[in-house]
């Protein structure tokens, strides 16, 4: 009787482990999901569209080309009220993509408004 308890002892362990891992994937993404959305206030200035005064597309990261990485980055973007990009969330795509999206929006520059505005924006990279 023993013996049965002590080889099933590895296989209960394991699947108690494997259970765990998957609740913690699942759990992650869910307060992940939770996290990334927006205020309804936030999803209606983004509707807004603030006219791009001064910037240049981003660059496709030498890396991701030589890996064949391609794709759609995304990120939300929040605008001051005299133009300057205040602050940029990444929202999705492969990190290497997000990178140089990130970098070349938080260099642009858009019209003046009267409030603070969030927008996103979309880049795809690689696409011929």
Do not use: C
Not at 6 to 26: A, D
Not at 43 to 54: E, H, I, P, T, W
């Amino acid at each position: 009787m023993r013996e049965g308890i002590l080889l099933t002892m590895p296989r209960l362990l394991g699947r108690i482990v494997f259970g765990l891992m998957l609740f913690g994937i699942v759990g992650q993404q869910f307060v992940t999901g939770i996290q990334t959305q927006s205020s309804p206030e936030a999803k209606a200035d983004a509707k807004q569209s603030r006219k791009l005064k001064s910037g240049q597309p981003p660059e496709y990261p030498e890396l991701a080309r030589q890996m064949n990485i391609k794709g759609t980055a995304r990120v939300m973007v929040t605008i001051a009220p005299d133009g300057i990009v205040k602050e940029v969330k990444e929202v999705g795509g492969h990190p290497l993509l997000i990178d140089a999206l990130v970098r070349a929006v938080k260099k642009w520059k858009y019209e003046p408004a009267s409030k603070e505005s969030v927008i996103e924006v979309k880049a795809d990279f690689g696409a011929t």
